[in-house]
Each structure stands twice: as C-alpha cells, then as structure tokens.
C-alpha cells in the first residue's frame, strides 16, 4: 500500500473529515525519484472546531505518528473547519526546497572544516585560544 493510501486511512479514521487531499511533494525534494517522504495535506474537518492551528496540527501529527516514525520526513499542513472551507477553500503552495542532497550537505561540512582556523574548531573563537 503507497504512503498516501496509508495517511488517507490514518487520517479519515482519526480526523473523519468532509474533505481530504494528500499530495506526494517528494519530487520537490533531493531525494531519490519514486520516494514517499514529503506530502502535503488538505483536511477539513468539524474535530478542528474551537481549536487553534497548533492544536488541530497536533491532530494531524498525532494521526500519523507512525508514519512519521517510519520514514515520512515531512508534511505540510493545510488544517481547516468545514465553515473556513466554505469561505475559501484556497490552499497554499509549499514552500521550495530548502535543502540539499545528502552529498551535497557532505561537500559543504567538508569546505567549512576546511576553511575554519584549527583554533576555532578545537577551542571556539581565536579570542577564545588568546
């Protein structure tokens, strides 16, 4: 079963929501072609009622727990009551990718090392070493 059939039931089991969009962003991201670590979520839902943003994403997060302890890396939000819908049903675009391939991250701790005075990296700053 894919990634986004398994949070689609997580998230209706948990969450009962009148509307539900799960989008695979993985391919936004520097990771290999075919991977279900990045999604999007859209979940309305009469449960988010009185509740602020933080607790409905806490909702979410808590539906998903498992996933998100099995290789799901991250997941946008989009966490609305049936009344918020109706009057837009609007969803944000996620934001670009920040990061880099694991190689990349590699290079440049590599670079970094290799541009830090030894002073720096064993006893802090120079005025440290003083």
Known sequence: ?????VLTTLLEE??????????????NHSVPKGSETHFKVVVVSPLFEGKNM????????????RELKSGLHALA??????AE??????VPASPACAGGSL??????????AE??????IEGGSKAAAR
């Open 77 to 82: 939000i989009v966490a609305k009551t049936p």
């Open 103 to 112: 190689a990349e991250s590699k290079l440049a701790e590599k670079a970094l």
């Open 54 to 65: 933080v607790a409905r994403h806490q909702l979410v997060y808590a539906a998903v727990d």
């Open 1 to 5: 079963m894919s990634r986004a059939a």
């Open 14 to 27: 948990a969450l009962e929501p009148s509307h539900l969009q799960i989008e695979n962003e993985s391919g």
């Open 85 to 90: 819908w109706e009057r837009s049903n609007a």
């Open 115 to 120: 541009s830090t005075p030894s002073a720096a």
